[in-house]
């Protein structure tokens, strides 16, 4: 959770800055949202 919220503010600064790193850096944080979103429901299908 702690990883996440950092990647939001770090993602929330890089749009601030309007620069092409930002959207690759957006790309990365959906795909890590998803990761998390996947390995929560395994979780769940485990119980």
Do not use: H, N
Not at 16 to 22: E, F, G, L, P
């Amino acid at each position: 959770v702690m990883l996440a919220t950092l990647l939001l503010s770090s993602a929330g600064q890089s749009i601030t800055q309007k620069s092409s790193y930002s959207r690759v850096f957006i790309c990365f944080l959906l795909i890590e949202a998803v990761a998390l979103v996947l390995a929560l429901r395994l979780k769940e299908v485990k119980k």
